[in-house]
């Protein structure tokens, strides 16, 4: 009988601690982490050490912090409804296509980039927390250009998984 209890806790733990995570700031973590601890301790657990591991997610540690735990970056693969509820919000990412204008256009890009790194880091002006959203035509160019940027300390990179043909697919409109 204690099974589903403890299932359940860890599940609130680790869902938490990840949503606290992505969130970037280290109070909400904080915060977050510590509603998780409470339900390990109702639940009669231990708390893990650390919050798993991202599967879709790179992870590095390099320079600026930009308010992630740890001075941890990592990359975040967007599906298209994730990505175009961001760019309906009132968050604004710089947009940035790396594969060329032959592949179309999301709406609200700022760029269009062909894997060119000094392009990207002038467009948002050397900032290592610029909020940089990458896509190209299946989401692989995208991936490897982050990465890149990943290893060069920038620290708030996510990518379209899938690319702008899942964008497409999903019946989003392109330019």
């Known amino acids: 009988m204690t099974y589903v209890p403890r ?3 860890f599940l609130v733990f680790a ?4 949503v606290g995570f992505a969130c970037g700031s280290s109070t909400k973590q904080e915060a977050t982490i510590q509603d998780a ?3 390990m301790d109702t639940a ?3 708390a893990p050490d650390a919050a798993p591991a991202r ?3 790179l992870v ?5 912090d930009c308010g992630l735990d740890g001075g941890t970056a990592t990359l975040v693969r967007l599906s298209p409804l994730e990505l175009k509820t961001l760019l309906d919000g009132v968050e604004n990412p710089f947009l940035i296509n790396v594969k060329g204008e032959a592949i179309g256009k999301i709406p609200g890009t700022d760029a269009v980039l062909v894997s060119d790194l000094p392009g990207i880091e002038t467009l948002v002006g050397g900032d290592l927390c610029a909020n940089i959203i990458l896509y190209c035509q299946s989401g692989n160019t995208s991936q490897a250009v982050a990465a890149q940027l990943i ?5 708030r990179i996510r990518d379209l998984t899938g690319g702008i043909s899942a964008w497409k697919t999903a019946g989003y409109p392109t330019l």
Request: aromatic share 4%; charged share 20%; no cysteine.
């Open 60 to 64: 590095t540690d390099n320079g600026a």
């Open 151 to 155: 290893a060069k300390g920038y620290r």
């Open 44 to 46: 009669g657990l231990d």
């Open 37 to 39: 601890q409470i339900a």
């Open 7 to 9: 299932v359940a806790a």
């Open 55 to 57: 599967a879709d997610a």
């Open 15 to 18: 869902t938490l601690s990840l």
